[in-house]
């Protein structure tokens, strides 16, 4: 595996310097200020590619451009409305330009509106460090009494709403701002920060999309990007929903192992494949992370490596984001099947046999509480949860380990 590490590019609090201290083979980053459906045009991308290559000393970095997160789709593709066919052609011409770079791994999500969605961005953890974490009944309130979704009440059962109401009663204005903030929390530098108005009207636009229409959109998306990136030798992988149960009324097609396959069957070439994303798919417990790698391990070109733990039994409920070998993921098993993914490539001579894995978001801890960077993104959490992940496949790879088990 490729120990790869997101950057978010020079405003990024954590920098190339940090990434290269916490041993990070590669790195993840995108065009953040590109807005989305535009062409990513061959001067920007050499222009972060040389950004990443030096450290601040002047010494070259070593590290490179390994995979794009993310060459986002836009709304209006994923709707099929205004500029959808522009922004398709547009999409081929960024991964063309992107190929022409070097770039062969592209991440993105076909989730409607919102990317990833919680509560708080800085939950208090017993031991004074703070995760993410997404709370079921604050986001009901939200949805409820601060947004107002028509008819958003008929989406939740009666206890949750019960303890919506209490909630929202007991915040004050600014932590109803605090609260609608942190849930339409867009990433930085990107083109879009939503207000809750933009949301509505969003909303009103998928009121009539299913999710059988999306996932057709989203395989007229395929049929038409796929194959190009396939001839120019890039790797699609597709970002679950997060969290991976529909949200906000919001249809929502990649939430399942049987989201996948379907997806993966309709554009059935190996272009099309898939990012692992144990965090996002570990918040449902009828998601089986290490038999995913094993079933769908051949098009996985991508792996983030997280950790929830759930706060409810239920397929929707509460979670929050756990130490990477901590939460509910056997993360020792993923790893064992990601190994053995890889060693099924290396034996069938494919040149993509070393997966690029990132250590998924961190805890905030030490001096991360104080530098404040990028919720979820911080160094020292992050080096601690690549650290123990590193060690894994470090121990899973030793023969020693083999004869032990034996
Ligand atoms: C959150 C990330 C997601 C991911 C996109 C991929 O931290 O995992 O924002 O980058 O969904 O398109």
Known sequence: MKQTWRWFGPKDLVSIDDMRQAGVQGVVTALHHVPTGLVWSPEEITKRQRELAWMKDGTPSGLAWDVVESLPVSEDIKKQKGDWRTHIDNYKVSLNNLAKAGIETVCYNFMPVLDWTRTNLAWRLPTGATCMRFDYADFAAFDIFILQRPNAAKDYPADIIATANERFRAMSEAEQQAMARN?????????????????????????????????????????????????????????????????????RVMSTESDYEAIMSAVDIPANGITLCTGSLGARPDNDLPGMMDRLGARVHFLHLRNVKRETSHVRGSFHEAEHLGGDTDMVAVLAAALREEARRKAAGRSDWSIPMRPDHGQDILDDLHRQAQPGYPSIGRLKGLAELRGIIQALSHPQVGLHAR
């Open 183 to 251: 849930v339409v929390f867009g990433l930085p530098g990107a083109a879009e920060h939503f207000t809750l108005d933009d949301v509505r009207q969003h909303l009103a636009e998928y009121a009539h999309i299913s999710a059988d229409r999306l996932r057709g959109n989203f395989i007229d998306f395929l049929t038409e990007i796929a194959p190009v990136a396939e001839n120019l030798g890039v790797r699609l992988c597709c970002h679950p929903d997060d969290p991976p149960f529909d949200l906000l009324g919001l249809p």
